[in-house]
Each structure stands twice: as structure tokens, then as C-alpha cells.
């Protein structure tokens, strides 16, 4: 079974451009989450999908972030414009959904490090 | 929201030694993973353990979910063991979400 696939696996771009990551999840696995890490962290949630729907984006920055995952499988995520405090890993996850209290064990991908100049 | 404390930080070992890694957490939980963070990046998969133990090789773990604690053993050490060691919770109350401990640094010497 192929894992959660994610491009590119590295960025640079200086302060206030654009960029954007793309993540093809587990076959089958109808959520999908994009965390944060920040170097020396653990990963942090910034928005869950069930299939193209929203479920949690709370900790999502909206005035610079946005996420779309338009036919229920890949996801993109892009940052406009970036800032020096975007620097970090961006790591993409996916699970079955079996309901709110059931098994969602999450699988994660290999990560895009993003390096803001 | 959920807390969840990783101790300790930072742990040395000589190769074949054994380690124990330990994992609170401030509510009820749903979901519990540990996970072994390689050199690359990489979060690997250990173990989806709520509650009870499991065991995979030189690796096992327990959940006591009505104390709210954790625990990953390390048997044998080699040094293809070395990373970063995360626990994560889906609290029972914040849906799929996964809260992360702040990691435990692991370190095996040859």
C-alpha cells in the first residue's frame, strides 16, 4: 500500500511570495490533516478534512493560509504571502474516518521543509 | 485543550541498553500514537494504543488510560534507534485531532 505523498520536499522563497504544497493521501482514507512543525517542536494541526469538507481549521492563520481539497483526495496548501515565522516543516496526514470516538489511527507523509528568507 | 508532557527531554544511551520513554496526558483519550521521527523527518509509525499494551520486536507499549500516562519501551538499543520519539492524543472531546508532546530526544551511541 503506497503512503501519503507529498511535493515538493523542500522550498525556499523570500519574505511576502507565494507557495503552495501538494499532498496525495492513502488510497481510501477519507480525512485528510496538514500540520505545522516548527523546528525542536512536535507537530501541530492546521486544518482536518472529511472528504472535500472542513472539519477543524481553528488553528488555521486564514489571513494567510488556505487549504482546498476539491474532489475528496489530493489537498493543497498555500501561504500568501509568507512570512519569516513560516519556516518549518509542513506535514501532511491521512486516516479512515469509523465516527467521532472510533480507530483514526493517522499515517503521515515525508514532509515539505519550507524555508522563508 | 488536551496537554500532553514527554519526559525526558533528552536521553544518551550506549548500545544494547534499555530505555523507557514516558508519555502524560491531562484528559480522556480516544487515540494514542507513538511515533519515531528519523534523521530525514520522517514520522514512522510505532504503535495506536488507547489503552492496554502492545508489543512489535524490541518495542512495547502501555497505555493506563484511567491514570493518563503512557509508557514506550525500548529493549536492545541500536543506534538505527536514535530520533526523536512523539507521543500523540486525540483528546475525546477535539475529534481526529492529534496534540503532540514536545518529543524525546534519543540518542544511542555505538
Known amino acids: 500500500e503506497a503512503g501519503v505523498a507529498q511535493s515538493p520536499r523542500y522550498k525556499i522563497i523570500e519574505k511576502r511570495q507565494s507557495v503552495a504544497f501538494w499532498c496525495n493521501p492513502i488510497?481510501?482514507?477519507?480525512?485528510l490533516y496538514w500540520y505545522q512543525q516548527i523546528l525542536g517542536q512536535g507537530p501541530k494541526l492546521l486544518i482536518q478534512f472529511q472528504n472535500n469538507g472542513v472539519v477543524d481549521d481553528s488553528q488555521l492563520p486564514k489571513d494567510r493560509f488556505s487549504a482546498e481539497r476539491l474532489k475528496g483526495v489530493d489537498s493543497t496548501l498555500k501561504i500568501q504571502p509568507a512570512k519569516l515565522e513560516d519556516s518549518a516543516v509542513y506535514l501532511c496526514a491521512s486516516s479512515h474516518y469509523r465516527g467521532r470516538s472510533a480507530y483514526n489511527e493517522q499515517f503521515f507523509g515525508p514532509g515539505t521543509r519550507l524555508t522563508v528568507l | 485543550g488536551i496537554q500532553v508532557e514527554q519526559s525526558p527531554p533528552d536521553l544518551i544511551l550506549q548500545e544494547g541498553a534499555n530505555s523507557t520513554l514516558r508519555c502524560n496526558f491531562s484528559?480522556?483519550?480516544?487515540?494514542l500514537q507513538w511515533f519515531h521521527q528519523n534523521p530525514w523527518g520522517q514520522l514512522i509509525n510505532l504503535f495506536y494504543i488507547p489503552s492496554g499494551t502492545k508489543q512489535n520486536g524490541r518495542l512495547s507499549a502501555t497505555t493506563v488510560a484511567t491514570e493518563r500516562y503512557s509508557l514506550l519501551y525500548i529493549s536492545s538499543s541500536q543506534t538505527t534507534d536514535s530520533g526523536v520519539y512523539f507521543c500523540a492524543v486525540g483528546g475525546k472531546t477535539s475529534g481526529s485531532r492529534l496534540t503532540f508532546g514536545e518529543g524525546t530526544q534519543l540518542t544511542v551511541n555505538p
Open positions: 488510497s481510501g482514507h477519507a480525512t
Open positions: 484528559d480522556s483519550v480516544n487515540n
